[in-house]
């Protein structure tokens, strides 16, 4: 089956001003409850609750990963293959952004890589029952952001050296077209949080 993933932006300020005891429930309702809960048109992949006043949260859903997490680790062996025929700035930068993303803050699987991320999602002391895959605070998505600020300009010109040293599919990642676009889509979550300074919150269903 392998492992899903539900990923949400969120109000942290909101979050945290709630109980500790019930926190973990709001997050588990809003990350697995219904469907359909939008009150007008919105972007492919996007739900926002309705009314209004109770939007301190918002869920995306990957456009063609089925909610499966196995597109974004693919994505990240991907660009373990592909990032030694990048240009420094470029690799710095997409190293950055997708290391959290991707690999959950580790370092990159390449033996010969001396990449360190700058982003390390620690753990949260209020969330021991959820099932969290990530976990971004404010400040850590802010730092993302700044990263894919220096990606997204230049995001297409990935597209020659990984179609000619990726010249086969890696797992769920077809083509150029299937790398860029799930990459692109971390680039709208972390920019829609940041721009509310909200976190980013990824749990396993």
């Known amino acids: 089956m392998g492992v899903c993933m ?3 932006i969120v109000d942290w300020a909101h979050l945290e001003s ?4 019930q926190r973990e429930v709001l997050v588990e ?26 939007r ?16 974004h680790f693919w994505a990240g062996e991907c660009w373990d293959g592909l990032r030694a025929f990048v240009d420094a700035p470029l690799r710095n930068a997409l190293d950055q952004f997708s290391a959290p ?6 370092d990159y699987a ?11 999602p620690g753990p949260c002391d209020w969330a021991s ?21 220096q990606v997204e300009p230049h995001l297409d010109s990935l597209r020659e050296p990984f179609n000619h040293h990726l010249t086969e599919p890696i797992g769920w990642i077809q083509d150029f077209a299937s790398f860029s676009r799930l990459i692109g889509e971390w680039g709208d979550v972390v920019s829609q949080a940041a721009c509310r300074n909200w976190a980013v919150i990824g749990l396993r269903c």
């Open 101 to 106: 993303l991707f690999w959950g803050g580790s």
């Open 129 to 149: 029952r959820l099932s969290v895959m990530l976990w971004l605070k404010p400040e850590e998505v802010a730092e993302l952001h700044r990263f894919w600020g």
């Open 18 to 21: 709630e109980p500790a005891g």
């Open 56 to 71: 301190w949260w918002a869920r995306y859903e990957f456009l063609d990963t089925m909610t499966s997490y196995k597109a």
């Open 29 to 54: 309702e809003v990350a697995f409850g219904p469907d359909g809960v939008c009150d007008y048109d919105l972007p492919p992949g996007w739900t926002w609750p309705s009314p209004i006043k109770s």
């Open 110 to 120: 390449s033996e010969t890589s001396s990449f360190s991320a700058a982003v390390h």
């Open 6 to 8: 539900e990923v949400l």
